[in-house]
């Protein structure tokens, strides 16, 4: 069984004693999970930022397929969480590495979604 790499790398300090001080030191490479943030933009995220902007305007002008301002003031929050909730778990579940599948999907939600709004 192989022996896990220790994530903190460890550099003797000289000493006049028999025994030797360590630090850590602060190269940290790049960790293999992280994504740059313009890989991460997707059509949800796309999305959560323009409906900021379309459902105060809906409330405001009763514009809209939704004419009832209780109703988009509930759907609001509602499908904000649930884009960031369906955003994430679908970058969980490809763990990021296939786009092409993630951008067909969510932009399909998204169309539809907006669809339905407008």
Request: glycine share 4%; hydrophobic share 50%; net charge positive.
């Amino acid at each position: 069984m192989a022996k896990k790499a220790n994530p903190l790398k460890r550099t003797p300090l000289s000493t006049d004693d028999d025994y030797r001080l360590y630090a850590v030191s602060d190269e940290d490479p790049a960790e293999p999970g992280k994504i740059s943030i313009i890989k991460r933009f997707s059509p949800f995220l796309i999305l959560c930022c323009a409906l900021l902007i379309l459902f105060p305007y809906m409330m405001i002008t009763g514009t809209g397929n939704i004419r009832s301002f209780w109703l988009l003031l509930f759907l609001f929050p509602f499908t904000e969480i649930n884009l960031f909730y369906a955003d994430f778990a679908l970058w969980k579940y490809f763990t990021g590495k296939k786009i092409i599948p993630i951008w067909v999907i969510e932009l399909t939600f998204s169309i539809l979604i907006v669809k339905f709004l407008v």
